[in-house]
């Protein structure tokens, strides 16, 4: 009963923030609030936020109009206006949007940008997906560019020249945009906030190290992420939400309790995976189900990192806010090179006891999908533990064949429980 | 200056993947041009040569000619088997001119045939302006659905007749053409009826079409050309998604639409040989 | 006489084109003892590898040749051709004479596959270079810089000579010679199309990227020599056109003479760009690092890689198309290449805007059957040659 | 006596094994899969008892001191009589359901007869078509009437000006309702009876022993599915099992050793890992694109009005490396074409298709964790020497000399993995029955 009352309250404070946000959004024209486009990797929230601008994510609105039904008819659109079937489907389901009144999740319009702001981190197509926004809406782009951490390291060179971007362009920018000046105190006083709100969500994160899990890092951790990788990082509301969040899945733990799936709360938790790859989101409940039917637990993922790898103890750092800010945009995870994505699934792998690997890989994202093949080798070399492939896309429907993937998914979980088994007589013969 | 007369007896011949269409032309240099005869016949794995040169011996015994009375013979499609013919036109430029003939205010073309489809959209004169063809996969071709007909025991004709019946088409979200097979099968074995199973593939080829179309910047009269033209439902279907696409197209057909690319390259073989014999440059010295 | 020399310096070219196993680069190894780097298309400073005694390779995947057997363990269906030719030729031991590759930032694809080889490699040089997005020389320059000097460390730490100023120079020199002569042909052939075939000009080019630069320099001056007194090559009633998209995985020969047979001339592209990519001569005197970073920032051939910081998407290419006289547009891009594929709406937006005529279509580097394209780009053809004699007429 | 079977419900075929108590296998049935799941399932069940049947005669021939090799003789003779006489049973049905369409078509005055002389033709054609060592285009009436029937029809079409295109519309109609026929007991009584007339040499020892096979009661004690259409398989969840598991014990069963397998069905290619006890450690499967599976071969072989079985032996001709790389399905034919009239040859080509088709199972073998010794082929395609022979040939170049397992029976191997697991659970079930 508490605990139903309690996983209330995260989730209706998160609702209400959006609610809230968008409906700010919808009213800027009356109230002449500004508006800056940004993406999800590398955002600068906090310094948007500073000026007092709102943050737009296309990204997300892509993926919402996903999960309502709408991005088959908004890829159309874009594909009818002359864009091919091949590329990244987050940005034709975007131009479908715009181009059918720029309507928003919430049912609200959306302000058009009074800045575009290019934060160029982790992947390439961001970059061209900016310059089609600018063709239409002939506004003003700011862009940032983050070198990628090729080496595996960031360097004194990369950060100088994301601070000296951030100095020269994007705060000149921003300034310009909302006539106001940059307020340093100010931002030390988000970033406060920020760091708080990321300590507890890496509690959250890792309490799936608990057996059973309580909570599912892919599919429930997407809602997790939610604030803190798109709007409100370093605000009130951000603080409280993670605070709550925390409260109710420490309960969780307290009681036993596995995660809540779409079919209600998981019974027995059979199988615990990690899962690389972003999730498929036109039948998120569908492809959630396959996996919660099955007693399979996500127990990390990495795609709630690609707006910050918090759980390897970044934190945004009020005495040196621009600096951290360049540190934030090169450790998110799809910046990271594909040796360290695969270190990074290998400790999950271990420190989350995982049965073994799901490479979700979309075909939409080369960001993600170029080298997955390999990364997926690569940790069943190393671990040992099964390791399975399924493909689909983000937003695309066309591209997610149910039967495919539960053809797959059942598969490869058989083939674990049969690994399992054997092992398991092979331990109780050798007992004998 | 070598004379040409004001009636010209000329050839069009369109080798497809799956037909082979000949046309025979009289067109004049003051008023229309006109239809005389056409013969069509699928090609059913025999030596396209053999069947061409069939087919084009039989039109002129049909219509008491020799060879000697037509002043062009074009092919267009895989015409080069034709070791006898005067030119070549390429498949648009082909069913651009020939969509003119059948439809003079056409502005759009979509040749539907049993690989490709391919979108055109043309002015006034039957100049290409911009075309479009469907994507490496085939799903959305002719073949495709004959396919599926014959796993669903329908014949050719009954196809079209049969999509309009359906009261609740099934989408059918598949892709590759091979994986449609598949879900074709699904759907039988959940007990949809035929007619619903076909709506739905007709439904998802007019998306593909329509989405062509749009992309190709068309509006106004659009001619459905190459053989599945022919087919009611998928016209039909094409109709209801242009309608949806909320895009001002007006898709027609024509009882000739399949041999649309033989009429056109007949068409523009007859424009060739006036503008060189007005230039005075024989037939002959052109081909060199 | 002309005809059968210009044939034998093609083959030339088309032996190195051909030459997957890099057959000539160990034969430069072991007359030479610098280091052989190879590079993937776009740009790479092929002049600081060359100042530093290297012999720079470019790559340019594995074309329709290389039989891909464990390239797709790599990439999923939905990715471009290039990245698993390139593997397929390192796993097959082809690329065994490179001591290193260079990556540069072209996609994400191309990045990634800098970790693959990591992965793989992680005995050789493997540099994902980064350039710049940003433009103002002392914030995207000095970064660039920066990483220019980087790399000249680490070719230096696996045996290459410490790059030095005055080679440096010599270096740009020799590859100034180098892009004249290049773009010497380029305008030959946008004025006389009919004396330069495309396909013979990238075959030149693709020798170009394996090559040393002095070598090349020398078949480029023969087979300029060769067209301009070839009497037998005349004009013929072709449209012209330019192509564009095919800036990395690169299409097979076959169609490029497709192209050309179904009646197009083309008279400008973006085959090869590394060999034109300063559209003027580095400067020489000064610091020769600032000056190549310096024009890597001005004068670089606008490129769907590259950042447009001003609002003037495709305008770029309504110029290539007036200076070329180009009668429409061939978007020729790889299926699943996002750079080129997400450019297009916006170019085409441009051209359309002029009136100019196009068509687009996608090949794979592999591609082996070209009839749909050929029935595309001859009607595209027809369309234009039949109504401009109309006009004539 | 009870049995155990496994049934493979693949996208083209449906494979079904039956096991004695013993896990030995007793027979083997494959038809065509088809709209409706539960008659092709029944369909594959009914031809492996008969199969199983087959098993029963020899045993009873062995019992009454027949030795191996006349049983083989004997067995053969009576199998290829047993078929001709499903054949011609068939061919009957099928003249009647024609007969019955033809009626509603607007020129039956013209199609009806039409009608009767092909099926007369056809059926005149069968002795020959069955005589031994005939080469038939395939195992499934669908195929063998259809490759005679279209030409016969188009021939009379021509004669009498009859539309062809109705004509053969009327075949594929008809061939649904024929090929749904199932068989029973009773049937496989019937068939051997006139069988055993025809077959001129049949002796008393076999009379006998078909009597005594065919009254033999046969019970199902389990059946597990799997394959392509297993989740919609006519049986309850927990008898199914992944076609990924399926192969892989299959494969160990017929090849303990083995720890690679490759399955080539009609529309998947599988890559499987496995260890030595015939569990799955790593599988690898096609992505959605079709293309480069058996499906494809089945697209070239009517593009080329051949058989399946003809394709292989005929690519085995080629002495030329013709390169192919589109291995997309539906433009196989095309691809085809192109080639024939560049004036390629037909075996160049097809050996070109083949190697295609197995450069894209290499990947997927890369993908799963290479190949290891001993290596296994299986699913239909491994029935194709010309698929079998491009596979040796690149895995020896490419992952060195190894064992290679091919068996004539490894389109089964999947419905034997499945009956394996039906006989596990058959063992648990009895059991968990005994103390009860
Ligand atoms: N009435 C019809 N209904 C549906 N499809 C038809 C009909 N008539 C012809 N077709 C289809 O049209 C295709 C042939 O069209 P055509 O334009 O001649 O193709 P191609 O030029 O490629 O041979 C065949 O695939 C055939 O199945
Ligand atoms: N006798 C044969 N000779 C050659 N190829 C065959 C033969 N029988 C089947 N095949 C091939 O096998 C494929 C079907 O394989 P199968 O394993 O039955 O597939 P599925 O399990 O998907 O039904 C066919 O498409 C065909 O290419
Ligand atoms: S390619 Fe990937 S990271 Fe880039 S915009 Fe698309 S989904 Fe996002
Ligand atoms: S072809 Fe395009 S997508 Fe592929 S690597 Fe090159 S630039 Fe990237
Ligand atoms: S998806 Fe199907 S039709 Fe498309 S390329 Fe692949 S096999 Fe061909």
């Given at each position: 009963?508490?605990?139903?009352?309690?996983?209330?309250?995260?989730?209706?404070?998160q609702k209400?923030?959006?609610?809230?946000?968008?409906?700010?959004?919808?009213?800027?024209?009356?109230?002449?609030?500004?508006?800056?486009?940004?993406?999800?990797?590398?955002?600068?929230t906090?310094?948007v936020?500073?000026?007092?601008?709102?943050?737009?994510?296309?990204?997300?609105?892509?993926l919402?109009?996903?999960?309502?039904?709408?991005?088959?008819?908004?890829?159309?659109?874009?594909?009818?206006?002359?864009?091919?079937?091949?590329?990244?489907?987050y940005v034709?389901?975007d131009?479908g949007?715009?181009?059918?009144?720029?309507?928003?999740?919430?049912?609200?319009?959306?302000?058009?940008?009074?800045?575009?702001?290019?934060?160029?981190?982790?992947?390439?197509?961001?970059m061209?997906?900016?310059?089609?926004?600018?063709?239409?809406?002939?506004?003003?782009?700011?862009?940032?560019?983050?070198?990628?951490?090729?080496?595996?390291?960031?360097?004194?060179?990369?950060?100088?020249?994301?601070?000296?971007?951030?100095?020269?362009?994007v705060?000149?920018?921003?300034?310009?945009?909302?006539?106001?000046?940059?307020d340093?105190?100010?931002?030390?006083?988000?970033?406060?906030a920020?760091?708080?709100?990321?300590?507890?969500?890496?509690?959250?994160?890792?309490?799936?190290?608990n057996?059973?899990?309580?909570?599912?890092?892919?599919?429930?951790?997407?809602?997790?992420?939610?604030?803190?990788?798109?709007?409100?990082?370093?605000?009130?509301?951000?603080v409280?939400?993670?605070?709550?969040?925390?409260?109710?899945?420490?309960?969780?733990?307290?009681?036993?309790?596995?995660?809540?799936?779409?079919?209600?709360?998981?019974?027995k938790?059979?199988?615990?995976?990690?899962?690389?790859?972003?999730?498929?989101?036109?039948?998120?409940?569908?492809?959630?189900?396959?996996?919660?039917?099955?007693?399979?637990?996500?127990?990390?993922?990495?795609?709630?990192?690609?707006?910050?790898?918090?759980?390897?103890?970044?934190?945004?750092?009020p005495?040196?806010?621009?600096?951290?800010?360049?540190?934030?945009?090169?450790?998110?995870?799809?910046?990271?090179?594909?040796?360290?994505?695969?270190?990074?699934?290998?400790?999950?792998?271990?420190?989350?006891?995982?049965?073994g690997?799901?490479?979700?890989?979309?075909?939409?994202?080369?960001?993600?999908?170029?080298?997955?093949?390999?990364?997926?080798?690569?940790?069943?070399?190393r671990?040992?533990?099964?390791?399975?492939?399924?493909?689909?896309?983000?937003?695309?429907?066309?591209?997610?064949?149910?039967?495919?993937?539960?053809?797959?998914?059942?598969?490869?979980?058989?083939?674990?429980?049969?690994?399992?088994?054997?092992?398991?007589?092979h331990?109780?013969e050798?007992?004998? | 200056?070598?004379?040409?007369?004001?009636?010209?007896?000329?050839?069009?011949?369109?080798?497809?993947?799956?037909?082979?269409k000949?046309?025979?032309?009289?067109?004049?240099?003051?008023?229309?041009?006109?239809l005389?005869?056409?013969?069509?016949?699928?090609?059913?794995r025999?030596?396209?040569?053999?069947?061409?040169?069939?087919?084009?011996?039989?039109?002129?015994?049909?219509?008491?000619?020799?060879?000697?009375?037509?002043?062009?013979?074009?092919?267009?499609?895989?015409?080069?088997?034709?070791a006898?013919?005067?030119?070549?036109f390429?498949?648009?430029?082909?069913?651009?001119?020939?969509?003119?003939?059948?439809?003079?205010?056409?502005?759009?073309?979509?040749?539907?045939?049993?690989?490709h489809?391919?979108?055109?959209?043309?002015?006034?004169?039957?100049?290409?302006?911009?075309?479009?063809?469907?994507?490496?996969?085939?799903?959305?071709?002719?073949?495709?659905?004959?396919?599926?007909?014959?796993?669903?025991?329908?014949?050719?004709?009954?196809?079209?007749?049969?999509?309009?019946?359906?009261?609740?088409?099934e989408?059918?979200s598949?892709?590759?053409?091979?994986?449609?097979?598949?879900d074709?099968?699904?759907?039988?074995?959940?007990?949809?009826?035929?007619?619903?199973?076909?709506?739905?593939i007709?439904?998802s080829m007019?998306?593909?079409?329509v989405k062509?179309l749009?992309s190709?910047?068309?509006?106004?009269?659009?001619m459905?050309?190459?053989?599945?033209?022919?087919d009611?439902?998928?016209?039909?279907?094409?109709?209801?998604?242009?309608?949806?696409?909320?895009?001002p197209?007006?898709?027609r057909?024509?009882?000739?639409?399949?041999?649309?690319?033989?009429?056109?390259?007949?068409?523009?073989?007859?424009?060739?040989?006036r503008?060189?014999?007005?230039?005075?440059?024989?037939?002959?010295?052109?081909?060199? | 006489?002309?005809?059968?020399?210009?044939?034998?310096?093609?083959?030339?070219?088309?032996e190195?084109?051909r030459?997957?196993?890099?057959?000539?680069?160990?034969?430069w190894?072991?007359?030479?003892?610098?280091?052989?780097?190879?590079?993937?298309?776009?740009?790479?400073?092929?002049?600081?590898?060359?100042?530093?005694?290297?012999?720079?390779?470019?790559?340019?995947?594995?074309?329709?040749d290389?039989?891909i057997?464990?390239?797709?363990?790599?990439?999923?269906?939905?990715?471009?051709?290039?990245?698993?030719?390139?593997?397929?030729l390192?796993?097959?031991?082809?690329?065994d004479?490179?001591?290193?590759?260079?990556?540069p930032?072209?996609?994400?694809?191309?990045?990634?596959?800098s970790?693959?080889?990591?992965?793989?490699?992680?005995?050789?040089?493997?540099?994902?270079?980064?350039?710049?997005?940003?433009?103002?020389?002392?914030?995207?320059?000095?970064?660039?810089?920066?990483?220019?000097?980087?790399?000249?460390?680490?070719?230096e730490?696996?045996?290459?000579?410490?790059?030095?100023?005055?080679?440096?120079?010599?270096?740009?020199?020799?590859?100034?010679?180098?892009?004249?002569?290049?773009?010497?042909?380029?305008?030959?052939?946008?004025?006389?199309?009919?004396?330069?075939?495309?396909?013979?000009?990238?075959?030149?080019?693709?020798?170009?990227?394996?090559?040393?630069?002095?070598e090349?320099?020398?078949?480029?001056?023969?087979?300029?020599?060769?067209?301009?007194?070839?009497?037998?090559?005349?004009?013929?009633?072709q449209?012209?056109?330019?192509?564009?998209?095919?800036?990395?995985?690169?299409?097979?020969?076959?169609?490029?003479k497709?192209?050309?047979?179904?009646?197009?001339?083309?008279?400008?592209?973006?085959?090869?760009?590394?060999?034109?990519?300063?559209?003027?001569?580095?400067?020489?005197?000064?610091?020769?690092?600032?000056?190549?970073?310096?024009?890597?920032?001005?004068?670089?051939?606008?490129?769907?890689?590259?950042?447009?910081?001003?609002?003037?998407?495709?305008?770029?290419l309504?110029?290539?198309?007036?200076?070329?006289?180009?009668?429409?547009?061939?978007?020729?891009?790889?299926?699943?290449?996002?750079?080129?594929?997400?450019?297009q709406?916006?170019?085409?937006?441009?051209?359309?805007?002029?009136?100019?005529?196009?068509?687009?279509?996608?090949?794979?580097?592999?591609?082996?059957q070209?009839?749909?394209?050929?029935?595309q780009?001859?009607?595209?053809?027809?369309?234009?040659?039949?109504?401009?004699?109309?006009?004539t007429? | 006596?009870?049995?155990?079977?496994?049934?493979?419900l693949?996208?083209?075929?449906?494979?079904?094994?039956?096991?004695?108590?013993?896990?030995?296998?007793?027979?083997r049935?494959?038809?065509?899969?088809?709209?409706?799941?539960?008659?092709?399932?029944?369909?594959?069940?009914?031809?492996a008892?008969?199969?199983?049947?087959?098993?029963?005669?020899?045993?009873?021939?062995?019992?009454?001191?027949?030795?191996?090799?006349r049983?083989?003789?004997?067995?053969?003779?009576?199998?290829?009589?047993?078929?001709?006489?499903?054949?011609?049973?068939?061919?009957?049905?099928?003249?009647?359901?024609?007969?019955?369409?033809?009626?509603?078509?607007?020129?039956?005055?013209?199609?009806?007869?039409?009608?009767?002389?092909?099926?007369?033709?056809?059926?005149?054609?069968?002795?020959?078509?069955?005589?031994?060592?005939?080469?038939r285009?395939?195992?499934?009436?669908?195929?063998?009437?259809?490759?005679?029937?279209?030409?016969?029809?188009?021939?009379?079409?021509?004669?009498?000006?009859?539309?062809?295109?109705?004509v053969?519309?009327?075949?594929?109609?008809?061939?649904?309702?024929?090929?749904?026929?199932?068989?029973d007991?009773?049937?496989?009584?019937?068939?051997?009876?006139?069988a055993?007339?025809?077959?001129?040499?049949?002796?008393?020892?076999?009379r006998?022993?078909?009597?005594?096979?065919?009254?033999?009661?046969?019970?199902?004690?389990?059946c597990?599915?799997?394959?392509?259409g297993?989740?919609?398989?006519?049986?309850?969840?927990?008898?199914?099992?992944?076609?990924?598991?399926?192969?892989?014990?299959?494969?160990?069963a017929?090849?303990?050793?083995?720890?690679?397998?490759?399955?080539i069905?009609?529309?998947?290619?599988?890559?499987?890992?496995?260890?030595?006890?015939?569990?799955?450690?790593?599988?690898?499967?096609?992505?959605?694109?079709?293309?480069?599976?058996?499906?494809?071969?089945?697209?070239?072989?009517d593009?080329?009005?051949?058989?399946?079985?003809?394709?292989?032996?005929?690519?085995?001709?080629?002495?030329r490396?013709?390169?192919?790389?589109?291995?997309?399905?539906?433009?196989?034919?095309?691809?085809?074409?192109?080639?024939?009239?560049?004036?390629?040859?037909?075996?160049?080509?097809?050996?070109g298709?083949?190697?295609?088709?197995?450069?894209r199972?290499?990947?997927?073998?890369?993908?799963?964790?290479?190949v290891?010794?001993?290596?296994?082929?299986?699913?239909?395609?491994a029935?194709?020497?010309?698929?079998?022979?491009?596979l040796?040939?690149?895995?020896?170049?490419?992952?060195?000399?190894?064992?290679?397992?091919?068996?004539?029976?490894s389109?089964?191997?999947?419905?034997?993995?499945?009956?394996?697991?039906?006989?596990?659970?058959?063992?648990?079930?009895?059991?968990?029955k005994?103390?009860a």
């Amino acid at each position: 009963m508490s605990t139903t009352a309690l996983k209330d309250r995260s989730q209706e404070r998160q609702k209400q923030m959006i609610a809230e946000h968008f409906s700010r959004l919808a009213r800027s024209g009356e109230t002449g609030e500004k508006s800056v486009y940004t993406f999800v990797p590398g955002n600068l929230t906090e310094l948007v936020r500073n000026f007092d601008l709102l943050p737009v994510l296309p990204e997300i609105n892509a993926l919402q109009s996903g999960m309502r039904g709408k991005s088959r008819e908004y890829i159309g659109l874009a594909e009818k206006l002359g864009h091919s079937e091949d590329v990244c489907t987050y940005v034709k389901c975007d131009v479908g949007m715009m181009k059918s009144g720029n309507v928003g999740p919430t049912g609200e319009r959306l302000p058009s940008p009074d800045l575009l702001l290019l934060s160029y981190t982790g992947c390439f197509t961001f970059m061209k997906w900016f310059e089609l926004l600018r063709q239409e809406y002939k506004c003003p782009t700011v862009m940032l560019h983050v070198p990628y951490q090729a080496d595996g390291q960031v360097t004194a060179s990369m950060r100088k020249y994301i601070v000296d971007q951030l100095v020269k362009k994007v705060i000149p920018s921003l300034e310009r945009a909302s006539g106001k000046k940059f307020d340093i105190d100010k931002l030390r006083e988000q970033m406060r906030a920020s760091a708080q709100a990321e300590d507890d969500l890496v509690w959250v994160l890792k309490s799936a190290r608990n057996k059973p899990s309580p909570i599912d890092a892919y599919f429930g951790g997407v809602y997790y992420i939610g604030p803190i990788f798109s709007a409100f990082r370093g605000t009130h509301d951000a603080v409280l939400y993670y605070k709550e969040l925390r409260e109710e899945v420490q309960e969780r733990v307290e009681l036993g309790l596995g995660p809540v799936t779409p079919e209600g709360p998981m019974e027995k938790e059979k199988f615990r995976v990690v899962v690389e790859g972003p999730p498929n989101w036109t039948s998120f409940r569908e492809f959630w189900k396959m996996f919660a039917d099955e007693g399979a637990v996500v127990v990390a993922s990495t795609y709630t990192k690609v707006g910050g790898t918090y759980d390897y103890g970044f934190r945004h750092d009020p005495d040196h806010p621009l600096e951290s800010l360049a540190d934030y945009c090169l450790g998110c995870y799809t910046n990271l090179n594909l040796p360290t994505r695969v270190d990074v699934l290998c400790d999950y792998m271990r420190e989350y006891s995982a049965d073994g690997l799901l490479v979700h890989s979309v075909k939409s994202c080369n960001s993600f999908s170029a080298g997955q093949l390999v990364m997926l080798g690569e940790v069943e070399r190393r671990t040992g533990k099964p390791v399975g492939f399924l493909e689909s896309d983000l937003v695309d429907p066309r591209y997610f064949s149910a039967a495919n993937i539960k053809n797959r998914l059942e598969s490869y979980f058989q083939m674990v429980a049969q690994k399992r088994d054997a092992a398991s007589s092979h331990s109780a013969e050798a007992a004998r | 200056m070598t004379e040409l007369p004001e009636v010209l007896n000329v050839v069009g011949i369109d080798v497809g993947s799956s037909t082979a269409k000949v046309v025979l032309m009289r067109e004049r240099e003051r008023g229309p041009a006109e239809l005389v005869d056409s013969k069509l016949e699928r090609l059913r794995r025999r030596d396209p040569r053999k069947l061409v040169e069939e087919l084009f011996e039989a039109i002129l015994a049909d219509n008491a000619l020799r060879r000697d009375d037509l002043t062009y013979v074009a092919t267009t499609g895989d015409g080069e088997c034709a070791a006898f013919r005067t030119g070549h036109f390429y498949g648009m430029t082909a069913h651009a001119r020939g969509a003119l003939f059948l439809d003079r205010e056409s502005r759009s073309v979509i040749d539907i045939g049993a690989l490709h489809t391919r979108a055109v959209q043309i002015d006034e004169r039957g100049k290409v302006l911009g075309s479009r063809m469907t994507s490496q996969c085939a799903s959305g071709s002719g073949q495709f659905l004959e396919n599926i007909c014959r796993y669903l025991g329908i014949t050719l004709d009954e196809i079209g007749p049969l999509s309009l019946k359906s009261t609740k088409p099934e989408a059918c979200s598949s892709i590759c053409a091979v994986l449609a097979e598949t879900d074709v099968i699904n759907m039988v074995s959940r007990g949809i009826a035929a007619p619903d199973i076909i709506k739905g593939i007709h439904q998802s080829m007019a998306g593909r079409y329509v989405k062509l179309l749009t992309s190709l910047g068309s509006s106004g009269v659009v001619m459905v050309t190459g053989g599945l033209a022919g087919d009611v439902g998928l016209v039909a279907a094409m109709r209801e998604g242009a309608k949806e696409s909320k895009k001002p197209l007006e898709l027609r057909t024509h009882a000739h639409s399949a041999s649309a690319g033989a009429i056109g390259a007949a068409l523009w073989g007859a424009y060739r040989a006036r503008k060189l014999a007005r230039m005075g440059v024989s037939l002959q010295e052109s081909l060199e | 006489m002309s005809a059968a020399e210009i044939r034998a310096l093609i083959e030339k070219a088309e032996e190195v084109y051909r030459d997957l196993r890099l057959e000539s680069v160990r034969r430069w190894k072991a007359e030479h003892k610098g280091l052989a780097i190879g590079f993937m298309p776009i740009w790479a400073p092929r002049e600081l590898i060359h100042a530093q005694g290297g012999l720079p390779v470019g790559i340019m995947g594995g074309g329709e040749d290389v039989e891909i057997i464990k390239g797709d363990a790599f990439y999923q269906s939905y990715i471009c051709h290039i990245p698993r030719s390139t593997i397929e030729l390192a796993l097959n031991g082809s690329l065994d004479c490179l001591d290193g590759m260079v990556f540069p930032a072209i996609c994400d694809v191309i990045r990634n596959l800098s970790g693959i080889w990591k992965l793989r490699f992680p005995e050789r040089l493997s540099r994902y270079f980064d350039v710049p997005q940003d433009f103002d020389p002392e914030v995207g320059g000095a970064f660039m810089r920066r990483e220019l000097e980087e790399l000249a460390h680490e070719l230096e730490q696996r045996g290459a000579r410490k790059l030095e100023p005055m080679a440096l120079r010599r270096s740009i020199a020799a590859y100034n010679h180098n892009r004249a002569r290049i773009q010497g042909l380029y305008d030959l052939r946008r004025r006389e199309p009919w004396k330069v075939p495309t396909w013979e000009l990238y075959l030149l080019l693709r020798a170009g990227l394996v090559m040393p630069v002095e070598e090349h320099d020398h078949l480029l001056d023969q087979y300029r020599a060769a067209v301009e007194v070839d009497h037998e090559r005349r004009p013929m009633d072709q449209a012209r056109v330019v192509l564009t998209g095919s800036f990395c995985e690169q299409p097979p020969l076959g169609l490029i003479k497709t192209l050309e047979r179904a009646g197009c001339y083309i008279v400008d592209d973006d085959f090869v760009q590394v060999g034109r990519w300063f559209d003027k001569p580095v400067e020489l005197a000064g610091d020769p690092l600032d000056n190549l970073v310096h024009s890597f920032l001005t004068d670089s051939l606008p490129s769907p890689t590259r950042y447009e910081d001003s609002d003037q998407k495709g305008q770029e290419l309504v110029r290539r198309v007036e200076a070329s006289r180009a009668e429409g547009v061939l978007f020729c891009a790889p299926s699943f290449c996002d750079p080129a594929l997400l450019d297009q709406p916006m170019a085409v937006r441009a051209i359309e805007e002029r009136g100019i005529p196009w068509t687009a279509f996608k090949y794979a580097e592999n591609t082996g059957q070209f009839q749909v394209i050929r029935e595309q780009a001859g009607t595209f053809a027809d369309s234009i040659k039949l109504f401009s004699e109309a006009v004539t007429a | 006596m009870k049995y155990t079977v496994g049934i493979d419900l693949g996208s083209t075929t449906t494979k079904a094994v039956v096991l004695d108590d013993e896990s030995k296998i007793l027979g083997r049935g494959i038809t065509n899969s088809r709209s409706n799941y539960k008659v092709a399932c029944d369909v594959a069940l009914g031809e492996a008892l008969n199969s199983a049947r087959f098993g029963l005669i020899d045993a009873e021939l062995e019992r009454a001191g027949v030795d191996a090799a006349r049983r083989t003789l004997w067995l053969e003779d009576f199998d290829r009589h047993f078929r001709e006489q499903q054949y011609r049973l068939s061919l009957r049905r099928l003249g009647e359901t024609l007969g019955r369409h033809a009626r509603e078509e607007a020129d039956a005055r013209i199609v009806v007869p039409l009608i009767d002389d092909v099926i007369s033709a056809m059926t005149a054609e069968t002795r020959e078509l069955f005589s031994a060592g005939a080469n038939r285009k395939s195992d499934f009436f669908r195929d063998l009437a259809g490759s005679r029937y279209l030409p016969i029809a188009e021939g009379f079409s021509e004669q009498r000006g009859a539309r062809f295109d109705r004509v053969a519309g009327l075949f594929d109609k008809a061939i649904l309702e024929v090929e749904n026929a199932t068989s029973d007991d009773e049937m496989f009584s019937k068939l051997a009876r006139a069988a055993l007339v025809e077959a001129s040499g049949a002796t008393r020892e076999l009379r006998e022993a078909v009597e005594r096979a065919a009254d033999i009661e046969l019970e199902q004690a389990c059946c597990v599915g799997t394959g392509y259409g297993r989740a919609t398989l006519p049986f309850p969840k927990e008898w199914i099992r992944s076609e990924i598991l399926c192969h892989g014990l299959g494969a160990h069963a017929m090849f303990p050793d083995t720890r690679t397998v490759l399955d080539i069905g009609g529309q998947d290619t599988k890559a499987i890992q496995v260890d030595d006890e015939g569990i799955v450690t790593s599988f690898q499967m096609n992505d959605r694109c079709a293309a480069g599976c058996g499906r494809y071969l089945g697209y070239i072989a009517d593009e080329m009005n051949l058989g399946l079985h003809e394709l292989g032996p005929m690519a085995c001709k080629s002495k030329r490396n013709v390169k192919i790389n589109s291995t997309c399905t539906v433009f196989a034919g095309a691809e085809l074409r192109e080639r024939l009239s560049l004036g390629e040859k037909r075996e160049d080509i097809l050996a070109g298709l083949h190697r295609a088709i197995i450069l894209r199972a290499m990947s997927l073998l890369a993908r799963s964790g290479g190949v290891k010794s001993e290596f296994t082929f299986t699913g239909g395609v491994a029935r194709n020497p010309a698929a079998v022979e491009a596979l040796r040939k690149l895995i020896f170049e490419n992952y060195g000399e190894m064992k290679l397992n091919i068996s004539t029976e490894s389109i089964f191997t999947g419905a034997l993995g499945a009956a394996l697991f039906a006989h596990r659970e058959a063992r648990k079930m009895q059991a968990q029955k005994v103390p009860a």
